[in-house]
C-alpha cells in the first residue's frame, strides 16, 4: 500500500512538473524582460537590464464564482513583434508616435488567455475571455510584489467618491496604513535609480482600480470600486453610491479586459516622453475627425465672471461673455467657455439657459468672431436629458462640453464616459472631463475627448491652493501626465511666494513665480490649453500675452534636457520649425544650463521670459529678453524659488 502511494505521489509530481512551464518575452532592444510562470498560478515576473525588478506577482480573474489563473492548463502560447507608426487625430507629444514591443500570448483551457507586451519603456499584461455573452465579474487579483520596499508618491484617494485631485503623499510602500489607498498613476523610486509607474489603459466597461499595501509584504495590491447598488443625491451634482454590489462588472463574455502596466525609466526624463497609455489603447474609432480642432480657451469661472474696466456689469450675462469672446478674438484664441452656471442648476434644464443669457445671440456673436464656445455642464445634468441637451447644442452651434463632477470610476461610470464620447463625437462636439478618474487611453478611440482633469491644479487656489504648489507642480508631469493629457489651466497673473499667499474665491491667486506660471503652457500637456486668469488681468500683461498667444497646444516633437521628479525640469517642444522652452523648479532655487545644441545649425532668434530679481519676494516680478543664439549657445538660467523660465526660438 505503501509503494502504490509513493508510486502515485511520484506521478502526481511528475505531472505537475511537466505543466509548470516558464516563458521568457524580451523587449526589442533588450531592455525589458518578462518571466511568465505556469504551475499552481500564473505568475510573472520582471527583469531591467539584468535588474530584478518585479518578483513573481500572481495573476487572475474571477468569473461567475471561478477564479481564471488558478491550477492554469495551458494550450499553446504565440509571439509575435509589433512596430508600427499610430495615427493620430491630435500631436500631443509628437507628430509620429511608433508602437515598437514584443507580445506573447499564452491560451488557456477553460476560455482565457494572458497576453503579455514587453516594450524598451515599460511592460504590460492584460486578460482576454472567449466565454458566455454576459459574465459576473467577482474579483481580479492585481498585485505587484516588489524585491524590497520602496519609495513612492501616493496620491492618497479620499474614498471611491473622488475627483482625483489628490496631493502626492511620498512615502515608502511600508508607511500605508490599513485604511489608506491610492489612485493612479503612482510612482515608485527603487533604490537602483531607475523609475517605475504603474497606471493601467484600454478601460472599457469595468471599474478601474487602486493601489494599497500588501499586508506588510513589499508588495502594492489592487482594489476596485464594486458595482453601485444605491445612491445618495445630496445636491444638484453630487451622486455618491452608498451600497454596492457583491460583483464588480456584469460585461461580455468575449472581450479583452483592460492593460495593467509599468512604465519603467533609466531616467526621470524617459517619464515624460512615455506614451504606453495611448499605445495600449483601443485604435480610432470615428470616419472623421477634421473638425477636432485643438487650441486655448478663456475661463470664466477662477474669477468667478469678475471683469473690470468696463461699461457693464459683470456676470453670467451675454455682455460679459461677449467680452470673453472678443478677449479671445483678439489674442487668437480657439475657444471661449461658459462655465457650469449659464442653465438653473436647481432644474438642470440645458435647453433653456438663464433669462442673462441670450444664447443664440452669443453663438452668432462667437461665429462672427470665429472663436468656438465650450458650455459646461454637470454630468447628472446631461444624463438626465442627454440627446436634447446635446442636439440643442449642435443648433447652437457650440463647439464643446465640460462635463464636471463625475467623481467616480466604478462600471456604471465608466461606460457613461464611453456614452457621452460616442453621443458628443456623432455630434461633432469636443469634450473635456472635469471631477474625472485617471486618462486610460479613450483619447485614442475618441479624440474629441480632448483633455480631462483628475489632477490638483490651479483652481484648487481659489479655497486653499497650499497642496497645488511648485511641488505638486514638479510631481504630477512624472505621474499624471504620463497617463494623457491634463487640463491644470495655466496662467495666472496674480503670483505669491508663500509668505503672501490667501486664498480668495473670486480674486484667486497662484503660488510660485510669474515665469513658474507661464512654463506650464510648455510643460504641460493638453491640446485644450485652458488659461486660468480674467482677461482684465491679461489685457494688462501685453509681454506676457505676446507669448501666451502664440505658444502651440499640440507638438511636433520633445526633447528633455533635464530632469528630476519633484525637483525640476528643463524640456523643449517643437511646432514646426519653432521650438519652445521651459523649465520650471520646485521651492527650491537653482541654476540650470541652457544647451541649445539640439537646434539645427543657423541663426534664431530667442525671446525668453525669466524670474525677476525680486521674485523671491514679490513673485509677479519677471524680465522679457530678445536675442539672437545658434546651436552653439548655452544659456544659463537662474530659477527662484517656485520659479520658471520660457522661450520662444524661431529661425532667424
Known amino acids: 500500500m505503501k509503494r502504490l502511494q509513493l508510486l502515485m505521489l511520484v506521478l502526481l509530481t511528475n505531472q505537475l512538473v511537466l505543466s509548470a512551464r516558464e516563458y521568457v518575452l524580451d523587449s526589442p532592444d533588450g531592455i525589458n524582460k518578462i518571466h511568465v510562470y505556469t ?46 507608426i499610430i495615427p493620430q487625430v491630435i500631436q500631443v507629444k509628437r507628430s509620429e508616435v511608433r508602437d515598437r514591443c514584443n507580445e506573447l500570448t499564452i491560451q488557456f483551457r477553460g476560455g482565457y488567455s494572458v497576453i503579455f507586451r514587453a516594450y524598451d519603456d515599460g511592460v504590460a499584461y492584460r486578460i482576454k475571455t472567449s466565454l458566455n455573452d454576459q459574465v459576473t465579474i467577482n474579483n481580479e487579483l492585481v498585485k505587484y510584489n516588489f524585491p524590497q520596499d520602496h519609495q513612492g508618491a501616493f496620491p492618497i484617494a479620499d474614498g471611491y467618491f473622488t475627483h482625483y485631485e489628490r496631493p502626492h503623499v511620498v512615502q515608502m510602500i511600508s508607511e500605508f496604513k490599513d485604511d489608506q489607498f491610492s489612485c493612479l498613476p503612482v510612482l515608485l523610486a527603487p533604490e537602483k535609480g531607475h523609475k517605475l509607474v504603474i497606471t493601467e489603459s484600454d478601460l472599457w466597461d469595468y471599474p478601474g482600480f487602486y493601489l494599497k499595501s500588501g499586508n506588510g509584504e513589499n508588495a502594492l495590491q489592487a482594489i476596485f470600486p464594486r458595482y453601485p447598488k444605491s445612491y445618495s443625491i445630496p445636491n444638484d451634482k453630487d451622486v455618491i453610491p452608498v451600497e454596492r454590489e457583491e460583483y464588480l462588472a456584469r460585461t461580455s463574455g468575449r472581450r479583452d479586459f483592460p492593460w495593467r502596466l509599468m512604465a519603467i525609466s533609466d531616467n526621470d526624463g524617459e517619464l515624460l516622453e512615455n506614451e504606453l497609455v495611448f499605445k495600449l489603447s483601443t485604435p480610432l474609432k470615428l470616419t472623421q475627425t477634421d473638425w477636432i480642432k485643438p487650441g486655448k480657451v478663456t475661463w470664466d469661472w477662477y474669477n468667478a465672471n469678475n471683469v473690470y474696466g468696463v ?29 457650469i452656471g449659464w442653465y438653473d442648476i436647481s432644474t438642470n434644464d440645458l435647453i433653456n439657459p438663464l433669462e442673462s443669457i441670450d444664447m443664440e445671440s452669443l453663438a452668432a456673436y462667437a461665429r462672427e468672431k470665429n472663436v468656438g464656445l465650450i ?11 442627454m440627446e436634447p441637451a446635446l442636439d440643442q447644442f449642435q443648433k447652437w452651434g457650440i463647439k464643446g462640453i465640460k462635463v464636471d463632477q463625475m467623481q467616480r470610476d466604478d462600471q456604471w461610470m465608466v461606460q457613461y464616459y464611453q456614452k457621452v464620447a460616442r453621443a458628443a463625437a456623432s455630434r461633432k462636439l469636443l469634450v473635456d472631463f472635469h471631477s474625472s478618474y485617471k486618462p486610460t487611453g479613450i483619447r485614442r478611440a475618441y479624440p474629441n475627448v480632448i483633455t480631462t482633469e483628475g489632477v490638483s491644479g490651479q483652481e484648487q487656489h481659489k479655497w486653499e491652493g497650499k497642496s497645488t504648489n511648485p511641488e505638486n507642480d514638479l510631481i504630477i508631469p512624472f505621474t499624471r501626465m504620463l497617463a494623457g493629457p491634463m487640463d491644470y ?44 486668469d480674467t482677461p482684465s488681468h491679461y489685457l494688462k500683461e501685453e509681454e506676457c500675452m505676446e507669448f501666451i498667444s502664440v505658444v502651440p497646444t499640440v507638438w511636433d516633437d520633445i526633447k528633455v534636457l533635464e530632469a528630476k521628479f519633484g525637483d525640476y525640469v528643463l524640456l523643449a517642444r517643437r511646432s514646426g520649425d519653432e521650438w519652445y522652452i521651459g523649465a520650471m523648479t520646485d521651492w527650491t532655487a ?63
Not at 320 to 333: H, K, Q, V
Not at 375 to 383: F, I, S
Not at 628 to 644: R, Y
Open 375 to 385: 458650455l459646461g455642464v454637470t454630468w447628472k445634468a446631461l444624463n438626465d436629458n
Open 489 to 532: 489651466s495655466p496662467g495666472a497673473m496674480r503670483n505669491a511666494q508663500e509668505p503672501n499667499y490667501r486664498p480668495i474665491f473670486d480674486r484667486p491667486m497662484s503660488l510660485g513665480t510669474r515665469c513658474h506660471q507661464l512654463a506650464m503652457f510648455v510643460v504641460y500637456e493638453s491640446p485644450l490649453q485652458v488659461l486660468a
Open 311 to 339: 461699461e457693464f456689469e459683470s456676470g453670467i450675462n451675454t455682455e460679459t461673455y461677449e467680452y470673453y469672446i472678443d478677449f479671445a478674438a483678439r489674442f487668437g484664441l480657439t475657444y471661449a467657455v461658459l462655465e
Open 590 to 652: 537653482r541654476d540650470l544650463t541652457l544647451d541649445l545644441s539640439f537646434l539645427d545649425p543657423g541663426s534664431y532668434d530667442i525671446q525668453y521670459y525669466q524670474d525677476g530679481v525680486n521674485a523671491e519676494g514679490f513673485a509677479s516680478d519677471y524680465k522679457m529678453i530678445k536675442s539672437t543664439v545658434t546651436n552653439q549657445h548655452k544659456i544659463p538660467i537662474h530659477l527662484a524659488s517656485g520659479g520658471g523660465w520660457v522661450a520662444r526660438v524661431t529661425k532667424h
Open 39 to 84: 504551475d499552481d498560478r500564473i505568475w510573472y515576473q520582471v527583469w531591467h537590464r539584468e535588474i530584478l525588478i518585479l518578483e513573481k506577482s500572481p495573476i487572475s480573474i474571477t468569473i461567475d464564482n471561478t477564479e481564471l489563473g488558478v491550477n492554469p492548463r495551458p494550450v499553446r502560447s504565440m509571439k509575435r513583434s509589433v512596430d508600427q
